[in-house]
């Protein structure tokens, strides 16, 4: 920033006389002319001979101190050093001994060797303060010496000393510009900003025209910066910048005006200050910067993706592991708000490592919110653990401890969620969440069974919130507890108080079905019957299809088997999820068996493996279906489901509803077991196959159901039988594959295979069951197009009123990815749409609103642009069939562009048409089933304009390229 003092040139040597003989005489005049005309190398042979050849002579002091002196302006400080180091000894009596240790003190300080020159400047200032001029330069030295040592106090008192030497003298040396303006500097580096402030406002002041006005002007801005006094800042910035258009100092200026520009809220500016600062000063240290800056200010702008890339940038360059760690948490932070959660996770883990306590605090509270956004849950768990041990006293804590609570909740780690919401509970006792930490208290003791405190917790909110959801949803909890207990007619009483006041239907709904179930366990069948009979009236499918099983089930119970059979059919037709509906149509069976309807109830139990494969009923149903195949006396028939029983029947099967006590007890699935293999060894022996019926009593000891080699073995005999087109035992294989081994990779193949064996079978309806469960199952497989391809076929084919009800079942699956249920709503669009245009122009809609992925977008989009089209709205068609030109290059790019040709056609612009067509063929060569009509068609519209040499020369590329088109017999 500063300099060393200019030296002074001592004019009163040339007024020393000339005593000596008359060479000695004219060498030191010959060297003093030299010296004062500024030619040094000469004045300093005319010396150095003097004081060689005349030793003794009385000028001789004077020629070796001029010597050194010219040494001294040559710059050759070491020479000048060695000249007067036997200055002293020699000339003991020199005039110029009192100036002697300034000049060793200078020649030391170019040397670099700033201890020794201080010594001797303080010699020369101790030993001599009557010398005025080297005692100013001696102090302006030793300060500058205090400055580069970091001594900035002892810098501040030699320059104020200067200051008052200054004042107090009157000398034709102007210094108190440069003495003002470094002792501003020290002032300045030493965060000294009020003191700085005054010192180069006065030097402004006194001192504009001093060649350190320009760099003052600067440091006088950035005193009032860091004074945080930004407007006085900014004004004194941009009048260095007017005034100094080549301040050395410009690219500081203009770096500083875009961080002030920013904080003002004028961040257009600001970026625009960034732009210039690299342009002008391309090898500026703010570079840097620069990055962290712009990503401060896009993030400012809330253009979170460019905040990122600003932010990535500058984290190579950062200049300590502090900033380091700040901008990997602004870079997490744009990133979390421009979606990218998984690098926000990346870098509020890299600025959690750090060591800055504030960033690291809000790193690791982030990074737990934004795992848990992720769904990873048991990291985000860890990060919130750390966090809260960490920092018990951050104002996020109480958050951090909510989250972290509700993390332990969805993981069932119910004991840590209750010590969580206890602490919540214990440190902010006045909070207005209390009740909520309260009831999720309650329910992970609900969790753990320690019901004896979930009681207390929830009794708080009946007493205090009664009426609000959590007292409500309290009131259900500890009649759930008491019902577990058996104490069904307390359970009753807090039940009941719920259906008292106005709650949300899916609470109203769950109670009804929670006092059925007490009633029903009390032996109220009749009350139970009206409880549930109440709930199969509430509307809403998922529970009327509830309360129709359990109305059944009374009606079961009361034996009146009629009723109940109706019951349960209208429950499989309600109930939302499959595993309930399978249970329905079992009972259904049941109830038909116990008629001996044995026909119905055989089809019924059928009905389950292929409708629900992963229905816990299957082994069951099969078993069921076998004892009416043999109640019927189809012993045959009774082998086959018996077979398939024993091979099911290892699965984990129920016949048990909880939460009704009169259900079958003991382990189910080894008594079907054992029943099973018994029927099954009877019936066999009644169709002949005696040795076969030995065997099948050790059939089930011999198999390993775990060995991966099992799923293989079935999937290549069910592969074979399809081979042979022996449809009906590949589905029966491949049901079983998929059934059984539900884990393996050939049971994902298995139900594409399955699908495609029921289309061979003719049975379209379970094809597309079992091609969506492949599609659900093994999303992006080898077989999805296939199995996609299939669907549509088979939507074709079957009746409009089938096709939809299975569209309108896979729109009510829950946890179905939307990318598979948008191809299957394109699919249904695209075999209705010639015939049932609104419908599937309504369905095209909501696959759009559903934001789908490639290629489904843009093939919806097609048929929307088709649908405008034959709609009359051709400029809103041409619009979609233009922008799927442009983003595809598949068969819909290419029909896309045949679209927008057929629509100039008719809006009757033949020339613009034909140029359209045209360009299907060379947009689009792969498809020469469209390239040859569009060639076809652009040669009719050149034909109808009159340009017939463009049509001949398309004619002539028809028939080169499409010598067996039919439309060449067309043209002639």
Not at 590 to 597: D, G, K, M
Not at 731 to 746: C, D, I, R
Request: glycine share 6%.
């Amino acid at each position: 920033m500063r300099k060393a003092p200019g030296l002074i040139l001592l004019f009163f040597l040339f007024q020393v006389s000339l005593l000596s003989g008359e060479s000695a005489e004219q060498l030191l005049l010959a060297g003093r002319k030299a010296f004062s005309q500024k030619f040094f190398s000469s004045a300093a042979r005319n010396f150095s001979k003097l004081a060689e050849d005349y030793p003794e002579d009385s000028r001789a002091d004077d020629a070796e101190y001029l010597l050194y002196v010219s040494f001294f302006y040559l710059g050759d400080y070491q020479k000048c050093l060695t000249t007067l180091l036997g200055f002293k000894r020699k000339y003991q009596k020199s005039k110029y001994l009192k100036y002697i240790d300034y000049w060793q003190g200078n020649a030391l300080f170019y040397l670099g060797r700033r201890e020794q020159a201080l010594e001797l400047l303080k010699s020369q200032i101790a030993g001599y303060p009557d010398e005025l001029y080297f005692l100013k330069y001696s102090l302006l030295l030793e300060g500058i010496i205090y400055e580069e040592l970091k001594q900035g106090e002892e810098a501040i008192e030699v320059y104020r000393q200067l200051l008052q030497l200054i004042s107090d003298s009157a000398v034709t040396e102007n210094l108190m510009p440069e003495v003002l303006y470094r002792l501003g500097g020290v002032e300045l580096e030493l965060n000294h900003f009020f003191k700085s402030r005054s010192i180069f406002s006065r030097m402004l002041f006194d001192y504009p025209e001093s060649s350190f006005s320009s760099n003052a002007l600067f440091f006088l801005a950035e005193s009032y910066y860091f004074l945080e006094d930004f407007q006085a800042a900014q004004e004194r910035y941009e009048r260095a910048l007017r005034s100094f258009p080549e301040h050395p100092y410009g690219d500081t200026i203009i770096f500083r005006l875009s961080r002030l520009l920013a904080r003002s809220g004028r961040l257009e500016d600001a970026l625009r200050y960034l732009e210039k600062l690299r342009s002008s000063f391309p090898a500026s240290s703010h570079l840097q910067e620069v990055e962290k800056l712009r990503g401060e200010i896009y993030f400012d702008l809330r253009d979170y993706n460019r905040a990122a890339i600003a932010y990535r940038k500058a984290i190579p360059v950062a200049r300590d592991k502090d900033e380091l760690q700040a901008l990997n948490y602004n870079l997490a932070m744009a990133a979390y708000q421009a979606g990218l959660k998984e690098e926000a996770v990346e870098h509020f883990t890299i600025s959690a490592a750090g060591e800055e306590k504030k960033t690291k605090e809000s790193s690791l509270f982030n990074l737990g919110v934004a795992l848990a956004e992720l769904k990873r849950n048991s990291e985000a768990i860890e990060s919130l653990k750390g966090f809260t041990d960490t920092f018990p006293a951050s104002v996020h804590l109480q958050e951090a401890l909510t989250l972290l609570g509700n993390l332990y909740s969805l993981g069932s780690s119910a004991a840590q969620a209750e010590e969580v919401f206890t602490r919540l509970i214990s440190y902010y006792p006045d909070s207005p969440e209390k009740y909520e930490y309260y009831y999720k208290r309650g329910s992970s003791r609900l969790a753990q069974n320690n019901n004896i405190k979930a009681l207390k917790d929830f009794q708080i909110l009946i007493k205090d919130l009664p009426n609000s959801g959590m007292g409500r949803e309290s009131l259900y909890n500890v009649g759930y507890i008491y019902s577990q207990k058996n104490e069904y007619r307390r359970a009753l009483s807090y039940f009941t108080r719920i259906l008292d006041g106005e709650s949300e239907a899916e609470l109203t709904n769950r109670t009804l079905l929670a006092i059925g179930f007490c009633r029903y366990n009390l032996g109220e069948y009749e009350e139970a019957l009206a409880d549930f009979t109440r709930l199969a009236a509430a509307g809403h499918t998922a529970w009327s299809g509830q309360g129709f099983f359990h109305q059944g089930r009374v009606l079961y119970k009361l034996e009146k088997l009629p009723e109940a059979a109706k019951s349960f059919s209208r429950a499989a037709q309600e109930l939302s999820s499959s595993s309930g509906r399978a249970e329905a149509i079992f009972w259904q069976g049941l109830t038909e068996f116990r008629l001996n309807n044995l026909e119905p109830a055989r089809d019924i139990f059928l009905s389950i493996p292929v409708l629900y494969p992963d229905s816990k009923r299957i082994a069951e149903s099969f078993y069921r279906a076998g004892l009416c195949e043999a109640a019927l006396r189809n012993y045959a028939g009774s082998v086959e489901y018996f077979d398939r029983s024993l091979k099911l029947s290892g699965r984990k099967t129920s016949v048990t509803i909880d939460t009704m006590n009169d259900t079958m007890k003991g382990s189910a699935a080894t008594l079907l077991q054992e029943e099973a293999l018994y029927e099954f060894g009877y019936s066999l022996f009644m169709i002949g196959r005696r040795r076969e019926a030995e065997a099948a009593l050790q059939r089930l000891a011999e198999d390993f159901p775990g060995s991966p080699l099992v799923p293989e073995g079935y999937y290549r005999l069910a592969q074979h039988d399809y081979e042979q087109q022996r449809y009906t035992e590949s589905l029966e294989g491949f049901v079983l594959l998929y059934s059984v081994y539900t884990e393996s990779q050939a049971g994902g193949s298995a139900l594409y295979w399955a699908g495609a064996s029921s289309v061979a079978l003719a049975e379209y309806r379970e094809a597309l069951d079992l091609f969506w469960r492949y599609l659900k199952r093994v999303p992006g497989g080898s077989y999805t197009k296939a199995a996609l391809k299939e669907i549509r076929e088979i939507l074709a084919k079957i009746d409009p009123h089938t096709a939809l009800a299975f569209l309108d079942k896979a729109e009510k699956e829950e946890d179905v990815p939307a990318r598979l249920k948008n191809n299957l709503r394109y699919e249904y669009a695209a075999v209705i749409f010639d015939q049932q245009r609104e419908e599937a122009f309504a369905l095209l809609q909501k696959i759009r609103q559903e934001a789908p992925e490639e290629p489904v977008k843009s093939k919806s989009n097609f048929l929307i642009g088709r649908y405008y089209q034959e709609s009359g709205e051709l400029r809103r068609a041409l619009d979609i069939f233009t922008t799927l030109v442009e983003l595809r290059a598949d068969r819909t790019g290419a029909a896309a562009q045949m679209n927008i040709a057929r629509i100039l056609k008719s809006m009757d612009k033949r020339e613009e048409a034909a140029f359209e067509y045209l360009k299907v063929s060379y947009i689009f060569p792969d498809y020469p089933d469209l390239v040859e009509e569009a060639i076809f068609e652009a040669i009719l519209l050149f034909r109808s304009l009159g340009a017939l040499n463009k049509a001949q020369q398309l004619y002539t590329k028809l028939k080169n390229d499409f010598p067996l088109s039919r439309r060449i017999i067309e043209l002639e």
